[in-house]
């Protein structure tokens, strides 16, 4: 699916707008990947720039066809962060989902995830799947949480493309999972990060302590307070604590 059409850039500025911008091409269809070995303007949750050293890491984005209901649209960042954990488990990596849209390897961060979908009326004819995955950069800017690579954590350089070719083989699998309309909650709640487990959460300038118990079907993370009561958080209300 992911072998056909497959264009190879040295450098852009975002690999999605790439994507997007070919959106009334022919070519503009499921199977669609973009890769470059340099990013400058990559982005990822909440507008937040994606740092990445040239030729290091994995940057792409990938062209599917989901054809599910927009309120459904989280369905699409739940395969691809399961995507990204069996490839880590297929390298003796144990990883965690931290929503919405990050993978974590022992609460660090190893990947970032960016899905823009295309629609017709409320269908989701088209998500672009952009992924920022760190494979042999070593030093990083300071963030919370603070990042690693796949060469930091096996203590030797991997292969990009070998990377990305068994993402895009894993990801085959989630999506056709999905398109028999199996039900792969299971799985991503056990990969969910500090799920049932208290952690620190700010909100509105305010620190609370609370209780991840799962992800609604729109997409909200689901806090258990200290009252007991159930909140729902969109990605803009809430960031964790570290």
Same mark, same amino acid.
């Given at each position: 699916?992911?072998?056909?059409?497959?264009?190879?850039?040295?450098?852009?500025?975002?690999?999605?707008?790439?994507?997007?911008?070919?959106?009334?091409?022919?070519?503009?269809?499921?199977?669609?990947?973009?890769?470059?070995?340099?990013?400058?303007?990559?982005?990822?949750?909440?507008?937040?720039?994606?740092?990445?050293?040239?030729?290091?890491?994995? %940057? $792409?984005?990938?062209?599917?066809?989901?054809?599910?209901? =927009?309120? #459904?649209?989280? /369905?699409?960042?739940? *395969? @691809?962060? &399961?995507?990204?954990?069996?490839?880590?488990?297929?390298?003796?990596?144990?990883?965690?989902?931290?929503?919405?849209?990050?993978?974590?390897?022992?609460?660090?961060?190893?990947?970032?995830?960016?899905?823009?979908?295309?629609?017709?009326?409320?269908?989701?004819?088209?998500?672009?799947?952009?992924?920022?995955?760190?494979?042999?950069?070593?030093?990083?800017?300071?963030?919370?949480?603070?990042?690693?690579?796949?060469? %930091? $954590?096996?203590?030797?350089?991997?292969?990009?493309?070998? =990377?990305? #070719?068994?993402? /895009?083989?894993?990801? *085959? @699998?989630? &999506?056709?999972?999905?398109?028999?309309?199996?039900?792969?909650?299971?799985?991503?709640?056990?990969?969910?990060?500090?799920?049932?487990?208290?952690?620190?959460?700010?909100?509105?300038?305010?620190?609370?302590?609370?209780?991840?118990?799962?992800?609604?079907?729109?997409?909200?993370?689901?806090?258990?307070?200290?009252?007991?009561?159930?909140?729902?958080?969109?990605?803009?209300?809430?960031?964790?604590?570290?």
């Amino acid at each position: 699916m992911f072998t056909i059409n497959h264009i190879k850039l040295e450098a852009i500025n975002s690999t999605n707008d790439y994507a997007l911008s070919l959106k009334d091409s022919i070519v503009f269809k499921e199977g669609l990947v973009v890769t470059a070995k340099f990013q400058s303007m990559g982005s990822g949750q909440r507008g937040k720039a994606w740092e990445g050293s040239a030729n290091k890491n994995l %940057l $792409l984005s990938v062209v599917i066809e989901p054809k599910i209901k =927009i309120d #459904e649209q989280y /369905l699409i960042s739940k *395969i @691809v962060a &399961l995507s990204l954990c069996d490839l880590l488990k297929k390298l003796g990596i144990e990883a965690a989902i931290k929503w919405p849209n990050d993978i974590l390897v022992a609460k660090q961060k190893i990947a970032g995830i960016l899905i823009q979908n295309k629609l017709k009326g409320n269908v989701i004819t088209h998500s672009i799947i952009g992924l920022g995955f760190n494979v042999n950069q070593v030093v990083f800017m300071p963030y919370s949480p603070a990042a690693t690579s796949l060469k %930091l $954590l096996l203590k030797k350089e991997c292969h990009v493309f070998q =990377i990305q #070719e068994l993402f /895009l083989s894993f990801l *085959i @699998v989630r &999506l056709m999972r999905l398109k028999k309309g199996e039900n792969q909650d299971v799985e991503y709640f056990k990969s969910l990060f500090l799920k049932d487990k208290p952690a620190a959460f700010e909100s509105q300038n305010k620190q609370f302590m609370g209780i991840i118990k799962g992800v609604s079907e729109s997409g909200k993370l689901l806090i258990q307070l200290e009252d007991n009561s159930i909140t729902a958080f969109d990605s803009q209300q809430v960031k964790y604590l570290f």
